[in-house]
């Protein structure tokens, strides 16, 4: 059996998706600040049109977000984000929130 070059295995990681079923991965992030890394069963937040919610199997979506507090839910609890303007990204039960853009 062969062992896998680094090169592979990194995109192969980076390809499938290692969430738990019924999950989805989540990062919020600033240029020097992660304010979450890591799984959530449902994100809210808020943009022009108003509040709405994120959940596992989501489709592509792509909005800027307006002040307010991201609510993350994940398995262990719930964690609050507050932020000014962002811009947020779902894709194939991904979330990625780049904060102060």
Same mark, same amino acid.
């Given at each position: 059996?062969?062992? $896998?070059d680094?090169?592979?295995? =990194?995109?192969?990681? @980076? ?16 240029p020097?600040?992660?304010?979450? =890394?890591? =799984? ?6 808020? @943009? =022009? ?6 959940? $596992?199997?989501?489709?592509?979506? #792509?909005?800027? #977000? ?20 962002? #811009? ?11 904060v102060?853009?």
């Amino acid at each position: 059996m062969t062992k $896998p070059d680094a090169t592979h295995s =990194e995109t192969a990681t @980076n390809e499938s998706s290692s969430t738990s079923p019924g999950a989805m991965a989540v990062k919020i992030y600033a240029p020097f600040k992660v304010y979450f =890394e890591g =799984e959530a069963t449902s994100i809210s937040a808020v @943009n =022009e049109t108003g509040p709405f919610d994120i959940l $596992p199997k989501h489709h592509n979506f #792509l909005c800027m #977000l307006v002040p307010c507090t991201i609510r993350i839910q994940t398995s262990s609890g719930v964690k609050d984000v507050k932020i000014n303007r962002a #811009l947020m990204h779902v894709k194939a039960d991904r979330v990625v929130v780049f904060v102060d853009v």
